[in-house]
């Protein structure tokens, strides 16, 4: 709320007025008022994704931060990070587009199955007698007789939290209303006359947070919407995370407190895209790695983050959606599927489930690339599926590179290297501003074709394609001239070496599991890339940079997020909830780092591939 | 905690000094600092029970309630009524002897019987292997391993409150301790090695609560203890807190929390008395008419307060302890007994289950004597207990009568007026200061055998010893010579009245229940008295005065706090439960302000009987 002390913000170009108090940034000001900057650290002043440039108004001067990320021209212009600024007057702000998150891309399920809903939450319509001095039924007596003459349902009961609505909720629609009964038994919530019960599925990344809200009835998406996990402010990766939650007394309910408000922002958002209200949200499918699910739940975490590394919980969790703060029927039960093992967890099993691993009948791997890589491999002849995780880090996210964004509005999702020129594709068409994961493979495996760096991932000095940056070698994609921020758009050695980073992560858990399962990687009939970078992917650039193993083109399929479509399924069907649980139970989990071979596996993946 | 602004305040005789806020009443402080003042009203300054001196420092003036109940005397000799006197300096205060509550008595439960326990929460002690990296399973599924291998349980679960306490704790114990399970299937809480589990049960009555801590194995008691209900201060009779909840939008929230923290007062008091942890508390009984559990769990109340009368929910209910805000096992269920019809509640299905009403083959009335007293009867013949409920009022509870009081120390319990004189006793046996339930009905008998009042209720003026008091004609039963705190102890005819409408209220009720059942009162075999008041009664008195028909006093059987001890049973066994359900469904409700006849048979019931 604004208070008397606040100073006056103008956003231009977009023309809103924002309050800031002082001890607010700039860019928790803007966040507060609904306006998202670009930050993939969270507002920590690590990643330089949101500058602005303030063209009025006295604010606190550039902390050690800004100096390091912005130029001393830049600075001398007026250019600022968001995070970093605190007014000290009332200010006129500009907001480069690139600062701004705008049209950013939703994750697309690609070719996977639909499937018949089969769901826990009914909706069942009722028209009562109200009471009268010769029938005092109590009211939840009442509804339940009433269940039990309408459609045979016996001895439903209801939580204390739906009992405190039931009584207003049926006198304000005259005894004729709808009630959201769960698994036949449990009364969820009161809904209006003919209301159609609805169910929130998430996939709860580390780095970003996908959501649905989908009919219960139909299994049809009614909304879709993505935010960043908001606890990126307290560690980018998972340890990082689990630690900050060991060191301070209270970081367990922050970072719980932190990603329930932005699911709860999120389901605030489907509901106005659906036009549907809270109270038709009878149920929710909550998906993620372990220690998303712990922090969410708030579970201890001190035992995951220290060897060996072991979970409070593993098994499926059905838990009050109240519980979790989230705005939905008073009744509402979260599910949260089982994991795997250490921090494979009900994201895995979720896709696992989506992409029908636990019933082909081919070699198939899967994976699922995100700030873990998840993989796991089907063998038909072996009665259980194997899975490994690795930690491949945010790079392909966007994270950690210079250029590095997330696939929104200007982000250079496909890039093409010629002998004299550099073809590339944006996100909306518009100029570039950075690189989202799908660029960032397309320009490795470019370069390397191009020879412009070696099978080492070293830059060519020599060549004047090359040019000498502020941290050494780098390759100029855009010119500031035709770029969207008057910046060039650069890939350097630093962010080279972070790609391979990843690529050895991943190489390795993929070499590790197929010598586990002694598969050989010609024996593989189909590779399923899941996860929300690897729907955009030119598969050949991936393979060509040694992402991937080189089997033909057709084997590969891209399913998108196929964790969120896990959930979706486990969302409308018991069935499907049934099959994780199988799922969890069948699979044997593969601890990499503790093959003796992990290191050199590790260090060979980060070669580039000989050339064929 | 005691902020810089408060004022010291001195407390005498006892020789504590306490800290008092400006804007905080001296009774609010002293209770605070853990010491509890006589009140009737909650602090509202209605009763006049917390009088105290104040010897030196500056206070408040005198308001508008304490110049009514206080003589000019008594504020010129310094008294004043802690609840509204606020400190202006630091003060030394007296607090007389009866306005100390101390050695409250507490309700005995007669010659009920013991029941055998069948506990729902059994406790299992358990030493398991700690993780290793070659065995990483989730702490909850160890457990449910070494549950499964000790004792045979298969697929326990935990609730998320649970889930939280697990990991640290069997950390901290080194993998030995004692796990409490409810149902053999849901884990409530894990405890130190050897770690016996108890349970809280109590009566939640309109003006007193009474609670213990129970052994779940043994049955046996491990502590009692006793309170007002606070929510006096919000109407003394359920009514206008439902009024008071209607009128106030936070009203539901305020209440239920007055009486959560009582509980938790409660519970600490009896830990301590036995000597037990928090986490040993595993399960919890309450039982209360219907208002008083609505009020607890929050429920809608507005539909309660108003023709036709009706409960939100009126069978049996198990919350869990957390959700009352209960200091309990992290998983404690609280079981709520099913309710009968409008406001005959789980207090009286208590009553009936410990009296063995249902299982009788005699005809017995039950009466529980309270703010509002319920009254069954059982005959044999009949496949159904009936019941009625009438607003008996709070006189016999030491409420609406001038020098009444709670039964604690210096209370009249006991009277008798002979030709000459007045012989009483007092608790404690100390000097009087007024008088309890018991010795109110004493009064009123003695009286009228002495011939001091009449038929009517009316005091014979023309008699020397009947006084003229501010409110007109009395009886001074004790000179304030000879009383505890300087006063005379009198009875006053506006006394005998409001005890009349208890008695008149409590005669209707009978009577038409007799009628109902078409009982001739010699047909009964049994009256069993139970609640507080009832279990120190003289009953040759209370037929004297018309309380009870006129039967054989070996046909009277005081049972004390039946309530109580029903709520014990269902805490320590599944099959009280049971038999609780069945009562409530067995039992026929009779609305007496319904009866053509009621006003009538209320207003005989006010006179006293002929004499025999």
New interface residues.
């Given amino acids: 709320m604004a208070k008397s002390a606040d100073f006056q913000v103008r956003l231009q170009p977009i023309g809103k007025r924002v309050a800031a108090a002082p001890d607010v940034s700039l860019f928790e000001a803007a966040r507060e008022s609904g306006i998202d900057l670009a930050s993939a650290c969270g507002g920590e002043g690590n990643c330089g994704q949101c500058r602005i440039v303030v063209l009025a108004g006295e604010t606190t001067p550039p902390n050690f931060d800004e100096k390091f990320i912005l130029t001393e021209l830049e600075l001398k212009q007026g250019e600022r990070l968001a995070c970093c600024t605190y007014a000290r007057s009332d200010l006129t702000v500009n907001i480069p587009r690139d600062s701004l998150i705008t049209g950013q891309r939703l994750q697309i399920a690609g070719d996977l199955r639909q499937i018949a809903p089969d769901p826990l939450v009914r909706a069942y319509p009722l028209q009562l007698a109200p ?3 010769a ?7 009442r509804i339940a007789d009433g269940l039990a003459e309408a459609v045979g349902l016996r001895g439903v ?2 939580d ?2 739906v ?2 609505t ?3 909720a049926v ?1 304000q629609t005259d005894w004729r209303f709808t009630v959201f009964v769960r698994d036949d038994r449990e009364i969820v919530g009161i809904g209006e006359w003919g209301k159609r019960p609805s169910g929130f599925a998430v996939d709860l990344g580390t780095t970003k947070i996908a959501a649905y809200l989908v009919d219960l009835e139909t299994g049809a998406d009614l909304a879709a919407a993505g935010a960043p996990n908001p606890q990126i402010g307290y560690g980018e990766d998972v340890i990082s995370r689990l630690n900050h939650v060991h060191r301070h007394p209270d970081g367990g309910r922050v970072l719980a407190g932190k990603v329930r408000e932005t699911l709860n922002e999120l389901l605030t958002e489907l509901l106005s895209q659906a036009g549907i209200t809270s109270d038709q949200v009878v149920e929710a499918c909550i998906v993620g790695n372990t220690a998303m699910t712990h922090l969410l ?4 975490v ?2 995951l983050a220290t ?9 499926a ?1 059905q ?1 009050r959606a109240a ?1 979790l703060e989230l705005t939905t029927a008073p009744g509402a039960t979260v599910y949260i599927p089982p ?1 795997i ?2 921090f494979v967890g009900a994201d895995h099993v979720a896709m696992i489930l989506a992409c029908d691993l636990d019933q082909h009948d081919k070699v198939v791997l899967g994976v699922d690339i995100g700030t873990n890589t998840e993989i796991a491999i089907r063998k038909p002849g072996m009665s259980f599926l194997t899975s490994a995780s690795c930690a491949s880090g945010p790079a392909f996210e966007g994270a950690h590179i210079s250029d590095g964004m997330r696939a929104a509005t200007g982000a250079i999702e496909k890039v093409r290297i010629t002998d004299a020129d550099v073809e590339l594709t944006t996100i909306g068409d518009g100029p570039a501003v950075g690189l989202c994961g799908s660029g960032i493979v397309d320009v490795a495996a470019e370069l390397y074709h191009a020879g412009l760096i070696n099978q080492r991932g070293r830059f060519d000095k020599t060549s004047e394609r090359v040019g000498n940056g502020r941290f050494g070698p780098e390759f100029c994609l855009v010119p500031a001239g035709k770029s969207g921020n008057g910046r060039d758009v650069v890939i350097t050695q630093k962010d080279v070496n972070e790609i391979q980073l990843a690529k050895g992560a991943i190489h390795a858990g993929l070499q590790i599991l197929l010598e586990a399962t002694h598969t050989a990687p010609e024996e593989v009939e189909e590779v399923i890339i899941a996860g929300a970078f690897g729907s955009f992917l030119n598969v050949r650039n991936a393979i060509a940079m040694g992402l991937f193993p080189e089997l033909p083109r057709a084997q590969y399929r891209q399913v998108g997020n196929a964790a969120v479509v896990g959930a979706k399924w486990m969302l409308i069907s018991r069935a499907a909830r049934a099959r994780a649980e199988k799922i969890a139970k069948g699979t044997n989990y593969n ?1 990499l780092t ?1 093959y003796p071979k992990f290191s050199r596996k590790f260090a060979l993946g980060m070669l580039f591939p000989e050339p064929p």
Same sequence: chains 1, 2.
């Fill in positions: 009471p009268t001095l029938d005092v039924r109590p009211d939840l007596t009961f209801a204390p939290a009992m405190r039931i009584s207003p006198r739940l708030q579970l201890p001190r035992q060897a060996p590394y072991v979970a409070a919980v593993g098994t969790l838990v519980d994991c093992g250490g601890e503790i």
